[in-house]
């Protein structure tokens, strides 16, 4: 069996990095919020937008949670597919930095379903997930929601980007 080469360890440095930097600072910002919003504090940033501790049982915007177990299962399940995708990506030298904002979009995926599994008291993945930046004309939502939906968006932009320039016709000598 032939040794990895050493491009291919510095991507799976890097992609496990992204992946990681992800999951610990959500988790970070997690415990900071549950240390010091825990007694009610709200601390004003801006008009309209706070830090004040809230618990979300669903998903986005807290839709589903009436669902309970059966989704949290269901997003554990797209979690593991995207972590597959992104191990695949990095191991087939795919374009490194769709890679990595799909790791990051993992990491920040894998940081809310923490909360789901080690939050739980009604059963596996039925704990709540830790939500602290409220938007009032928005939602309330936690840094792993900022770090799932920027890393998506950045990867369709490449994505979108990447399909017209191949479409735009070869410029050659006239």
Known sequence: MRA?????IG???LVGLSLGAALVLDQLTKRWALDELE???VIELVPTVRLELTFNPGVAFGMGADIGSPLAFALAAVVLA???WVAVRTIRNQDILATVFLAVTAGGAIGNLWDRFS???DGPLT???VDFIAVDWFAAFNVADIFTTSGIALWAL????HA???KEPARGRD
Do not use: C, F, K
């Open 164 to 166: 017209r320039s191949s």
């Open 4 to 8: 990895p080469s050493r491009r291919l």
């Open 39 to 41: 007694d009610g504090q």
């Open 158 to 161: 490449m994505l979108a980007t």
């Open 11 to 13: 991507r799976i440095i």
């Open 119 to 121: 939050r739980a008291e």
């Open 82 to 84: 995207l972590v597959g």
């Open 127 to 129: 704990g709540h997930v």
